[in-house]
């Protein structure tokens, strides 16, 4: 992939793409039977089908559960604890992300959308970039 003048770059590609500085995450969605999948893949898992169509999902959606990773280890920008859940996005599917809130702050059903976490730099200096959930009364 191509980096626009010092625009960020996904960590993964295939995953997600970056429009207006939020991430669109990229689902296969069964032609057979519309089940719907994040991380996109080539095979339906409810019906066997290889016939899948790459969907773009919504931005934003609900916490359907979270927990709470106040372990030492691999941090996130160097603090813990810090919040991972589980969204289910409008229309679907459910994916798993960090959720840049408050440990105390989560709740099921909590209104989130996507938002771009920074996962460091390239070789070349690019900032790579992943992404996560965020409360989504934030910033609107
Ligand atoms: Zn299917």
Do not use: K
Not at 43 to 54: I, L
Not at 66 to 91: H, S
Not at 106 to 128: K, T
């Amino acid at each position: 992939m191509t980096p626009d003048s010092g625009a960020p770059i996904p960590l993964v590609d295939g995953v997600f793409r970056i429009a207006d500085g939020r991430p669109v995450l990229l689902v296969s969605r069964c032609s057979s039977c519309n089940e719907r999948y994040f991380p996109p893949r080539e095979r339906c898992a409810a019906c066997s089908s290889d016939e899948m169509q790459t969907e773009e999902a919504s931005q934003d959606g609900e916490l359907y559960t979270w927990t709470v990773v106040r372990e030492l280890g691999r941090q996130r920008d160097g603090f813990i604890p810090y919040v991972v859940g589980q969204i289910d996005l409008a229309g679907g599917p459910r994916v798993t992300g960090v959720v840049n809130c408050d440990p105390d702050a989560p709740a099921i059903g909590m209104p989130v959308r996507l938002c771009l976490v920074p996962q460091g730099h390239d070789d070349d200096g690019n900032e790579l970039v992943g992404y996560g959930f965020e409360p989504a009364d934030l910033n609107r």
